[in-house]
């Protein structure tokens, strides 16, 4: 079964918030990945995480900061957002990196 | 120049049609190939990977050409179901994955 679970579905937050989105995977799956994507737009890579160490950031802004607390988890931990930064973030997954990448359903966020 | 770069649609087609979407990328050291499908408001969902032989699931045929960096995908018999947008995606070593923009397919009776 290949299943990727994000938490929470939606998420309105202001400027000065924190807040965190949650990803679980349990297919034992050694890579995990964090993909924001604007409407119409495709999925843009943020975050490579590999055997629970971070291997890629695409030069993400500090304000968006993972966690990998084990290997089936991935967290993103979002501070002080830009209405711009409105978008679908959407989790996956792959057996290792270069793998096939299987999504969750996206946590829809709204900066205001 | 874009990574990877897609047929920018919209295709329209009748039902029981057949479609072809392309898509070229620009790293000739990525690894591996993939189509997904992505409905409005959905994940992407992955519909094939992509091998150097060519594959076939049912009505879905894609191919892969390394010499000219491209990949295709081809739709035969097209279902009102098909209607989505259809993402090729170029991946790296590393995972790190590249779409291309997506071309948005619409299949009607």
């Known amino acids: 079964d290949t299943e990727v679970t994000q938490t929470p579905k939606h998420l309105v937050m202001g400027m000065t918030n924190k807040k965190s989105l949650k990803c679980e995977q349990h297919?034992?799956?050694?890579?995990m990945y964090w993909y924001k994507q604007k409407a119409k737009k495709p999925p843009e890579l943020m975050f490579v995480?590999?055997?629970?160490?971070?291997?890629i950031n695409e030069s993400v802004p500090s304000r968006f900061s993972p966690e990998c607390p084990n290997s089936s988890l991935l967290n993103l931990h979002l501070h002080a957002l830009q209405p711009e930064d409105s978008a679908l973030y959407l989790c996956?997954?792959?057996?290792?990196?270069?793998?096939?990448?299987?999504f969750g359903p996206g946590t829809r966020l709204t900066v205001t | 120049r874009k990574e990877v770069e897609q047929d920018p649609g919209p295709f329209n087609v009748p039902e029981g049609a057949t479609v072809a979407f392309n898509c070229t990328y620009s790293?000739?050291?990525?690894?591996?190939f993939f189509w997904y499908r992505q409905d409005c408001r959905k994940e992407p969902k992955l519909l094939m990977s992509?091998?150097?032989s060519g594959n076939e699931d049912g009505r879905f045929t894609a191919q892969l050409n390394r010499a000219s960096q491209y990949i295709s995908l081809l739709i035969r018999d097209s279902k009102l179901s098909d209607s989505a947008t259809y993402l090729c995606a170029v991946n790296g070593l590393y995972g790190d994955m590249r779409f291309g923009a997506g071309t948005r397919l619409t299949v009607k009776p």
């Open positions: 992509v091998y150097s």
């Open positions: 996956a997954s792959s057996q290792a990196p270069g793998y096939e990448q299987y």
């Open positions: 297919m034992g799956h050694r890579a």
């Open positions: 995480y590999s055997y629970e160490k971070l291997s």
């Open positions: 790293n000739s050291a990525s690894q591996s």
